[in-house]
């Protein structure tokens, strides 16, 4: 499989191997109430990066910009990031956070590059002049000048799908609850 396919296969596969990874994790995850109430703000913290570069971004219609995109590129793939640790710590367990790791960089690299790819050929000027400006992953504290004037809105929130995240992190708090409870 060459480079492209094969990041074309973990853009495509990234939520699924994510949930295998989620089960591995659930199942070693040694939580108690502490680790379940500190990890549960980090991912809240996830969450909310998440829901704010979901309400900026319309997929493949217009370069995002905006909000956090003015911070770092892949600001959704930075809230996963936080969100993910905030999962680790809730899960209190080394094997935990290897897996999370290992599944973060062999899914997330390939993605962002494919990503990266996509809006060179789809926006060739601005891409190229927003990659100058703005880094891949680790935000800036010098935000990329406002080019555009939108704003939030719920509506790509919601088109976006991001409700999602938001749901299926409630229910593995509620697996790593159930799972402190019988420990």
Do not use: C
């Not at 296969?9 to 295998?20: D, E, G, H, P, S």
């Not at 809240?44 to 829901?51: F, M, Q």
């Not at 590059?113 to 789809?122: A, D, F, K, M």
Request: proline share 5%.
């Amino acid at each position: 499989m060459n480079k492209q396919k094969a990041r074309i296969f973990f853009y495509r596969n990234r939520v699924r191997f994510a949930l295998f990874a989620l089960i591995i994790v659930l199942i070693i995850a040694r939580p108690t109430w502490l680790s379940i109430a500190v990890g549960a703000v980090v991912s809240l913290i996830g969450l909310a990066v998440r829901a704010w570069a979901a309400g900026h971004i319309r997929k493949d219609k217009a370069l995002a910009v905006t909000g956090p995109y003015r911070f770092t590129r892949n600001p959704l793939y930075l809230g996963s990031l936080i969100l993910g640790i905030g999962l680790v710590v809730g899960a209190r367990s080394w094997w935990g956070a290897a897996v999370f790791a290992a599944y973060f960089l062999a899914f997330y690299i390939p993605v962002m590059i494919e990503e990266r790819n996509r809006l060179r050929v789809l926006f060739p000027g601005p891409e190229t002049e927003y990659e100058r400006h703005v880094p891949a992953f680790f935000p800036t504290l010098r935000p990329a000048p406002a080019t555009d004037s939108r704003k939030w809105d719920a509506a790509f929130f919601s088109k976006n799908k991001e409700y999602r995240a938001w749901i299926g992190t409630a229910v593995v708090w509620i697996l790593f609850i159930v799972r402190g409870m019988i420990k």
